[in-house]
C-alpha cells in the first residue's frame, strides 16, 4: 500500500513537470512556438508612422498625328530678320496666336550672300540662284531648265498653283505691275512654264492665279497639292504702305485675315500644312523666320536651333511630295523632319 502511494504521487509529479514543459521540434525554433502570444498591432500611433507622401504623376497627354502630309501652302513674307519679328508688338497674330499652336525654327537663314530677292525665290524652286544676284523680269533672267520643283510635281501627277495678289489671271504674269512683282513668283521664270516668255501661255495662265481665288478654291475643294502663296509688297511685309505706314503691322494683320481661311479648310484638316516664312533678311542671312501649322506638326510652341537654309524647305518639300532627284543644294540640306511628329 505504501509503495502504491509513493508510486501515485510520482505519477502526479511527472505530470506536472511535463504539463509545465514545451516540446521544441528540431524544425522549430522557441519563437515560432510562441507566434500566437504576440500582439501585431493593425495601425501605428500616429507619431511612429512615417510621414511619405504619395509620388506626384503629371498626366501625359499623348500627341495623335493626322492623316500623312498631303497637301502644302507655303506664305512667303518679305526682307525682315526673326529678330525682327519675335517679340515684337507689331506682330500680335504672329507671335500670340501662330506660335504658340505652331512649330518654327530659330536658326533658318537665306542661302549665304544670296540677296537680293528674285535669287531666293530661285532657290526655293531649284536650290541654286542661277548666278543671278538680281530682281530683273524673266526677260532677262529666264531658264532652260526643266530640273525644278514644279516640274517635277507636274510629271508626278501633283497639281500645283502659284496664287499671287496683284494678278488678274488674264495673262502669264511676267512683268512689274502695280504691287506685283515677278521677282517673288519664281515660277515665271522657267521656259516649261511659260512657255519661253509668251504672255498667252496656257499652262502658265491655268497655273498661275489671283490669290482671291484660293478661298473660293478651299471652298469647293479644288485647291492643288502644291500652293505657293505671295501677298503683294503692302501685304508681305515688302514696304510700308498707308494706312498703316508700318511694314510688320501690315504682315501681321493680312496673315491675321488669311491663315484662318487655310486652317478652317478641309485640305488643311485632311494632310494639310502651311509653311510661312521670309525671303531674306535684309542686310544679313538671318536667321529668318520658319512657321510649320499642320496636325502632323509637334506644335505647342516648340522651336529648335538646327541649322536650316531655304534648302532645307525645298528637301522637305520634295520629301513630302515624294519627287527626285534633290535639287541643287537641297540634296545636302537638313530637312524640316524635326518639327513634326510624323514625316513625311
Given at each position: 500500500m505504501l509503495k502504491f502511494i509513493r508510486l501515485l504521487a510520482l505519477l502526479l509529479l511527472l505530470g506536472l513537470i511535463t504539463g509545465g514543459c514545451t516540446t521544441i521540434s528540431p524544425l522549430q525554433t522557441p519563437?515560432?512556438?510562441?507566434?500566437?502570444?504576440?500582439?501585431?498591432?493593425?495601425?501605428?500611433?500616429?507619431?511612429?508612422?512615417?510621414?511619405?507622401?504619395?509620388?506626384?504623376?503629371?498626366?501625359?497627354?499623348?500627341?495623335?498625328?493626322?492623316?500623312?502630309?498631303?497637301?502644302?501652302?507655303?506664305?512667303?513674307?518679305?526682307?525682315?530678320?526673326?529678330?525682327?519679328?519675335l517679340g515684337n508688338a507689331n506682330a500680335p497674330y504672329i507671335n500670340k496666336t501662330l506660335l504658340p499652336m505652331a512649330s518654327y525654327a530659330q536658326q533658318y537663314y537665306n542661302p549665304p550672300g544670296n540677296h537680293p530677292s528674285l535669287p531666293n525665290y530661285l532657290w526655293l524652286e531649284a536650290g541654286t540662284n542661277f548666278g543671278i544676284y538680281n530682281d530683273g523680269t524673266p526677260y532677262a533672267n529666264h531658264q532652260s531648265t526643266s530640273m525644278h520643283l514644279v516640274t517635277l510635281l507636274n510629271r508626278a501627277g501633283i497639281t500645283w498653283k502659284s496664287y499671287?495678289?496683284?494678278?488678274?489671271?488674264?495673262?502669264?504674269?511676267?512683268?512689274?505691275?502695280?504691287?506685283?512683282?515677278?521677282?517673288?513668283?519664281?515660277?515665271?521664270?522657267?521656259?516649261?512654264?511659260?512657255?519661253?516668255?509668251?504672255?498667252?501661255?496656257?499652262?502658265?495662265?491655268?497655273?498661275?492665279?489671283?490669290?482671291?481665288?484660293?478661298?473660293?478654291?478651299?471652298?469647293?475643294?479644288?485647291?492643288?497639292?502644291?500652293?505657293?502663296?505671295?501677298?503683294?509688297?503692302?501685304?508681305?511685309?515688302?514696304?510700308?504702305?498707308?494706312?498703316?505706314?508700318?511694314?510688320?503691322?501690315?504682315?501681321?494683320?493680312?496673315?491675321?485675315?488669311?491663315?484662318?481661311?487655310?486652317?478652317?479648310?478641309?485640305?488643311?484638316?485632311?494632310?494639310?500644312?502651311?509653311?510661312?516664312?521670309?525671303?531674306?533678311?535684309?542686310?544679313?542671312?538671318?536667321?529668318?523666320?520658319?512657321?510649320?501649322?499642320?496636325?502632323?506638326?509637334?506644335?505647342?510652341?516648340?522651336?529648335?536651333?538646327?541649322?536650316?537654309?531655304?534648302?532645307s524647305l525645298l528637301r522637305t518639300l520634295e520629301e513630302i511630295f515624294g519627287v527626285s532627284p534633290l535639287l541643287g543644294d537641297a540634296a545636302h540640306a537638313t530637312d524640316l523632319r524635326d518639327l513634326f511628329i510624323a514625316f513625311p
Open positions: 519563437a515560432a512556438t510562441q507566434t500566437e502570444s504576440i500582439h501585431t498591432p493593425t495601425s501605428l500611433p500616429a507619431y511612429m508612422t512615417p510621414a511619405i507622401s504619395a509620388p506626384t504623376v503629371t498626366p501625359v497627354t499623348p500627341v495623335t498625328p493626322g492623316p500623312a502630309n498631303k497637301t502644302v501652302f507655303l506664305i512667303m513674307m518679305e526682307n525682315h530678320s526673326w529678330a525682327s519679328i499671287q495678289e496683284g494678278i488678274d489671271g488674264t495673262i502669264c504674269p511676267l512683268n512689274y505691275q502695280g504691287l506685283y512683282g515677278p521677282k517673288h513668283n519664281p515660277m515665271v521664270y522657267f521656259d516649261d512654264v511659260t512657255g519661253t516668255n509668251n504672255l498667252h501661255s496656257p499652262y502658265c495662265i491655268a497655273h498661275e492665279r489671283p490669290y482671291s481665288e484660293l478661298a473660293t478654291d478651299l471652298q469647293k475643294q479644288t485647291a492643288a497639292r502644291y500652293n505657293f502663296i505671295t501677298p503683294d509688297t503692302c501685304d508681305d511685309m515688302h514696304s510700308n504702305c498707308s494706312p498703316p505706314n508700318n511694314a510688320i503691322l501690315q504682315g501681321d494683320s493680312w496673315l491675321a485675315q488669311q491663315v484662318p481661311i487655310i486652317l478652317n479648310s478641309q485640305e488643311y484638316k485632311n494632310g494639310g500644312v502651311l509653311f510661312i516664312t521670309w525671303d531674306e533678311s535684309e542686310g544679313n542671312d538671318g536667321p529668318i523666320g520658319m512657321i510649320v501649322l499642320s496636325h502632323n506638326a509637334r506644335g505647342g510652341g516648340y522651336s529648335n536651333s538646327i541649322h536650316y537654309t531655304h534648302s
